[in-house]
């Protein structure tokens, strides 16, 4: 790290951190983001995976962060067609739950409080008839379907970082923010890089977007104290065994008040999720509990004729939301809407800013930024406009509809990889998928393979261009190739990253390279 002086330093690379160094780079300023592990490798990995208004947080009159989540489900669509598309989503009703008649009305809000335009209204079901229906238990016959869209969350907080990095914004990785002091008009920043080494720097700025960690942040490392504080909720999902043939997804009412979703997942699985729990101890260490996956189970044996069991379980992941403490009275009811607080050293626009940012959610990411930086505004005098409505990240320069046609142009420029393969790399990389495989004309030219289609062409990629630096980074988050690949050939990714040599039985003389 050789940066003596930026204008602006973020602290974590999650959704928000990483949001906001793209929209700050794009602004002109010089920014370095700091990231204790891999980006996204906690909370912003592990979402229920969509952008939607939430339709539930109208049963607590939060009518503004609905409408402008709403109103970012197609400016997102338009900005990153490879790794987010359009949902429908079936709300079955069953009796004894809310009646129809408020369900209808809660959709008919939902429908026109964000302005729809590319995504289709909502329509009643007839589970009778209707295939969503097959999957269910006999005597649920009436539901609805709306619109919602998918995204990919941990794609989703690299390639920011890409095009925070592509605009100038320094990325580090494996780097943990120590402490800082203020030191006049700034501040000097001291870090600890992947090595331990540690290394100085100064920012006129500072964002503690440190997620669950804030609090650390600013008690251990600013010597400071927020006035608002921060409610850790537990969200645990659990994927299993594909559930249901179509692409809908399911939205299940509970006894207790709260939804789980049922959702189609990387063609061969159904995400379940999300559990909303109280979470004590170090936020790196969540994980599903045996109580909140036999509650989702039965969440969803409480409509699906099929019962499902722990035993489909095939992979189950946790992450703690660190939601602004609002004082509701549960975990399901604290607000999801995010709050900026700046504190300073002098009067307004004198003293050396820290920007904490507390809870939000993924779907308002690009917001919160340029809320971020409106409040930084007086500190960074010459800041440049809003910039990021409409601008793609990082191979998304295609129509938001346009996936299908971009995989079969890839098919063809390379016949040897053929739909599905030319589809999965499509739906990770977008039109930067014909980059990866430039010059490639057989599936030799594309290096060692690891199985499921991973290449050593992809894992250069992946290393050299979006910081993965574990089969971790590479199979959990950046390709979720880890609910395919066994503990063998894991350890083969693991061993080609560390620099070993990895030969492949079914590519005869082809050898891994070693990381740059």
């Given at each position: 790290m050789t940066t003596d002086r930026v204008d602006l330093l973020v602290i974590g690379g999650g959704v928000n951190g990483c949001a906001i160094a793209r929209d700050a780079a794009g602004r002109g300023l010089s920014v370095l983001l700091v990231e204790q592990g891999d980006l996204a490798q906690a909370t912003s990995s592990a979402s229920t995976k969509l952008f939607h208004g939430g339709l539930r947080y109208l049963e607590y009159?939060?009518?503004?962060?609905?409408?402008e989540s709403l109103i970012e489900r197609e400016t997102l669509l338009r900005a990153m067609p490879h790794i987010s598309w359009p949902m429908r989503f079936v709300l079955p009703h069953r009796a004894g739950l809310r009646p129809a008649w408020m369900l209808r009305l809660g959709l008919l809000i939902y429908d026109h409080l964000g302005g729809r335009r590319i995504l289709p209204p909502t329509r009643t079901l007839d589970l009778a008839r209707d295939p969503a229906g097959e999957p269910l238990r006999p005597g649920i016959r009436r539901g609805f379907e709306y619109s919602d869209c998918w995204v990919d969350d941990a794609r989703l907080v690299v390639l920011l970082a890409r095009d925070a990095a592509a605009r100038g914004a320094g990325i580090r990785t494996r780097t943990r923010f120590v402490r800082?002091?203020?030191?006049?008009g700034g501040w000097r920043v001291e870090l600890a890089g992947p090595d331990g080494a540690a290394a100085r720097i100064g920012a006129r700025a500072v964002v503690n977007a440190a997620g669950p960690w804030v609090g650390e942040v600013l008690e251990a490392g600013l010597a400071a104290r927020t006035r608002r504080t921060l409610r850790l909720v537990r969200g645990s999902h659990l994927v299993t065994r594909r559930l249901f043939a179509h692409e809908r997804a399911y939205i299940l009412q509970q006894p207790d008040g709260r939804i789980v979703f049922a959702i189609p997942y990387e063609d061969d699985f159904t995400l379940i999720g999300t559990t909303d729990v109280e979470h004590a101890g170090p936020p790196g260490a969540a994980a599903c509990t045996p109580e909140e996956r036999d509650y989702?189970?039965?969440?969803?044996?409480?409509?699906?004729?099929?019962?499902?069991?722990?035993?489909?379980?095939v992979w189950s992941y946790a992450g703690v939301r660190p939601l602004y403490d609002d004082g509701a009275s549960s975990a399901t009811a604290a607000t999801r809407d995010y709050v900026l607080e700046v504190g300073e050293g002098g009067g307004n626009g004198e003293g050396a800013p820290v920007l904490n940012v507390l809870g939000g959610k993924i779907t308002t990411h690009r917001r919160l930024a340029e809320a971020a930086m409106a409040k930084l505004r007086p500190f960074l005098p010459g800041l440049g406009p809003d910039w990021t409505a409409g601008v793609p990240l990082p191979g998304g320069d295609f129509p938001w509809d346009g996936a299908a046609a971009v995989a079969a142009d890839l098919a063809a420029a390379h016949p040897f990889?053929?739909?599905?393969?030319?589809?999965?790399?499509?739906?990770?990389?977008?039109?930067?998928a014909g980059r990866m495989l430039d010059g490639a004309r057989s599936p030799a030219d594309l290096g060692a393979g690891f199985g499921a289609g991973l290449t050593e062409r992809e894992l250069v990629w992946l290393r050299d261009r979006e910081w993965a630096r574990t089969a971790e980074d590479v199979l959990w988050r950046r390709t979720k190739l880890g609910l395919r690949l066994d503990a063998a050939a894991a350890a083969r990714v693991e061993a080609f990253l560390a620099g070993a040599s990895v030969r492949d039985p079914g590519l005869a003389g082809v050898a891994g390279a070693a990381p740059r």
């Open positions: 009159y939060e009518f503004r962060l609905v409408r800082a002091a203020r030191d006049g989702l189970l039965a969440a969803v044996n409480g409509y699906f004729a099929t019962p499902v069991r722990a035993g489909d379980v990889l053929g739909p599905a393969a030319a589809a999965r790399l499509v739906r990770l990389y977008g039109t930067e």
